[in-house]
T-cell receptor, first 114, second 112 residues
């Protein structure tokens, strides 16, 4: 069975410090990987994706993510957190052979304190 | 381009009633997916429609159904509402040969 795990329900970081939100996956075959962010009472916003190529991908709002095939991980990172980054973050996986069936992690709440 | 729109944004229904939610995808997107989001279960995939056909289906009871029209707009119907159906229902659209999905703001359904 395909699955996506976000091991931390919540991540707390001080403004200006680097942040990491973790994601690991278990799928058959090579996946497409995504990060989304959700602000209160809003839908999900696409941040970035890994399809192929360079393991470090850059996305919106200064976020980046590192794909590690051996560890089956796709951690989200940002060098310097902002209070406005506080939100709910979702990792998602899509399989190559099944377009548009996405598997989402349980979400990680990021709290950035001033 | 306009984003994904969902109507209504908020809905209050009584147990046993039925409800219909609507989603208009981004222009040119033919795939529409529906998700249920609750604090306890997270994001759960309901179904995906493409060219008026259900192409993927999650593990929800038959009370949950959907359809897609020729203009790619989609509706989701829940019959015989239960308290546990209270959730944020999200719609997402994508190009069929694209990668990411684009989400609407959601419909907040409260069942009393």
């Amino acid at each position: 069975a395909q699955s996506v795990a976000q091991p931390e329900d919540q991540v707390n970081v001080a403004e200006g410090n680097p942040l990491t939100v973790k994601c690991t996956y278990s799928v058959s075959g090579n996946p497409y990987l995504f990060w989304y962010v959700q602000y209160p009472n809003r839908g999900l916003q696409f941040l970035l994706k890994y399809i192929t190529g360079d393991n470090l991908v850059k996305g919106s709002y200064g976020f980046e993510a590192e794909f590690n095939k051996s560890q089956t991980s796709f951690h989200l990172k940002k060098p310097s957190a902002l209070v406005s980054d506080s939100a709910l973050y979702f990792c998602a996986v899509r399989l190559l052979y099944n377009f548009n069936k996405f598997y989402f992690g349980s979400g990680t709440k990021l709290n950035v304190k001033p | 381009k306009a984003g994904v729109t969902q109507t209504p944004r908020y809905l209050i229904k009584t147990r046993g009633q039925q409800v219909t939610l609507s989603c208009s995808p981004i222009s040119g997107h033919r795939s529409v997916s529906w998700y249920q989001q609750t604090p306890g279960q997270g994001l759960q995939f309901l179904f995906e429609y493409f060219s008026e056909t259900q192409r993927n289906k999650g593990n929800f009871p038959g009370r949950f159904s959907g359809r897609q029209f020729s203009n790619s707009r989609s509706e989701m119907n829940v019959s015989t509402l239960e308290l546990g159906d209270s959730a944020l229902y999200l719609c997402a659209s994508s190009l069929d040969n694209g990668y990411e999905q684009y989400f609407g703001p959601g419909t907040r359904l409260t069942v009393t």
